[in-house]
């Protein structure tokens, strides 16, 4: 799965910590099926200084199966203004 240059950001204001512990899951709509996809992490990224970026994998989730190659990929930037 890729996202075109036109998916607009969202900034999410969270309060300051000493240390965040991020993780993503993401739901895809399938629109020939209406069913939808979920897609998991296999891990929690701890984040102790910043600012932080990283590139975020996500795995199919069929069930309590997740597929072993990527489907998706979050690139995230954790920074102070």
Known sequence: MKTGPGMSEK???I???ERYD?????????GATLQTQRQASQMVTPIKALPYSEEYKLYNVKGV???A???AVITYDIYTQ
């Open 11 to 13: 900034v999410i204001e």
């Open 22 to 30: 991020v993780r993503f899951e993401m739901r895809i709509r399938d």
């Open 65 to 67: 199966t997740r597929a």
């Open 15 to 17: 309060p300051k910590a």
């Open 69 to 71: 190659s990527v489907s």
